[in-house]
């Protein structure tokens, strides 16, 4: 399956018998996670060949990440030797080492799930085989969320270039992966100098994961995660109208065509609390991407000849989402706006005019020093404010 034939639905049991669901459907938790591995790594099996890696690229990549780690240090002053050296992931790595990477918010999600239909079952009496069987609607939730785990993750390995393309909520400390075979299809369906994007690419990373490896952001990432999905409407009577009108609850065999589109479930289950936690989870990614947008710009403008190219295949990168993106961030409200990251990139660079790149790092010391909405809109409003904090 090619990255153009993301399924359409993935919700979709149609490649399982239905014996094996009855048996993956006995697990325990808010979350299947042994459904997702299995299918995850069905989906990675049937994508499109992998590209070859030409020799020596994995080298090339682990120094230019030294390389970028020295310039990003000495132009931004950001801790960032201390994250270690990179790994260099096939796909499969990358989803082994990343599908865990959403146990926190959807096991938090799964559960309210189970408990929104731990009173209700559907009965398999009268099938053959499984007489005696009983299909707790949570049970149906976990083996839903673990397939759709299983499903985006698989198709995020074939997508993203590096650990932070898509930030996973994790409270581990940031550790820098690239997943080779992706850089270099992308840089060759782009037809990029190698070397310049090699290093842009390396760049990029090591600026967003020197923002990522302060605690207390990876904290309140994961909070304003959470507090999203807590917003959700999860009362047993509206799921099910959403799987009524998609399989006969009476005929568990209809599980095996059931479709749903996962997009248009979170939009049937969206609420207006989710509002204010989906702002400011817009609004710290954003900050985040423009300070490495113009970290990568600052460094790369006098070493990478070919930077202006490379930054516009990577805006397409990024505004050009499957699927498998757009539903990983719509279930946890990370959807991002370009017109905003244009904008904060200006406040950047606004407040590097005006204080300086060790003075704009001290927006990541602490929550109080994010700026707010009104301060996004004047950088000298931040700067005059955190300098106030600075001299009590």
């Not at 399924?7 to 014996?19: A, K, M, R, T, Y």
């Not at 807590?230 to 799921?239: A, N, P, Q, T």
């Not at 407040?351 to 009104?374: C, I, K, Q, S, Y």
Request: hydrophobic share 40%.
């Amino acid at each position: 399956m090619s990255d153009d034939a993301q399924p359409g639905q993935p919700f979709d049991f149609g490649s399982f018998d239905l014996s094996s669901i009855m048996s993956f459907l006995q697990a325990d938790g808010p979350v299947h996670w042994e459904l997702a591995e299995q299918v995850g790594n069905m989906v990675i099996g049937q994508s499109e060949a992998t590209p070859d890696v030409p020799a020596g690229t994995d080298e090339n990549l682990e120094n230019f990440t030294r390389l970028a780690q020295l310039h990003i240090t000495e132009r931004t002053h950001a801790q960032v030797e201390s994250l270690g050296d990179a790994k260099t992931n096939t796909r499969r790595q990358w989803f082994d080492a990343n599908l865990r990477g959403l146990q926190s918010p959807l096991e938090h999600f799964g559960a309210r799930l189970q408990q929104s239909g731990a009173a209700e079952a559907t009965s398999f009496d009268g099938i053959e085989g499984l007489e005696g069987f009983t299909l707790p609607t949570g049970i149906l939730s976990s083996a839903l969320l673990g397939l759709q785990a299983g499903f985006t993750v698989g198709h995020l390995s074939q997508y993203v270039l590096g650990q932070y393309d898509l930030p996973l909520p994790s409270k581990e400390a940031p550790q820098l992966r690239y997943i080779t075979p992706n850089i270099v299809k992308f840089g060759a369906d782009w037809s990029l100098p190698t070397d310049d994007f090699l290093f842009a690419v390396c760049l990029l990373e090591v600026s967003r994961a020197g923002v990522w490896r302060h605690a207390w952001l990876r904290d309140r990432y994961a909070a304003l995660i959470d507090d999203y999905l807590d917003g959700y409407d999860l009362r047993s009577d509206r799921l099910e109208s959403l799987f009524s009108s998609a399989m006969d609850m009476q005929n568990p065999e209809s599980l095996m065509t059931v479709e749903l589109d996962p997009l248009e479930v979170l939009g049937a289950l969206s609420t207006p609390q989710q509002e204010h936690a989906q702002l400011r989870l817009r609004r710290l990614l954003t900050l985040v991407e423009a300070y490495a947008e113009v970290a990568v710009e600052q460094v790369g403008e006098s070493l990478i000849p070919s930077l202006p190219m490379i930054r516009e295949a990577m805006r397409r990168h990024r505004v050009e989402r499957g699927q498998a993106e757009r539903f990983i961030e719509g279930l946890l409200g990370l959807e991002t706006d370009h017109d905003e990251l244009v904008a904060t990139c200006d406040w950047v660079r606004g407040v590097l005019e005006r204080a300086g790149w060790e003075f704009l790092n001290r927006m990541w010391e602490t929550d109080r020093n994010l700026p707010t909405a009104n301060e996004m809109e004047a950088p000298g409003l931040w700067v005059a404010r955190v300098e106030l904090d600075l001299d009590d």
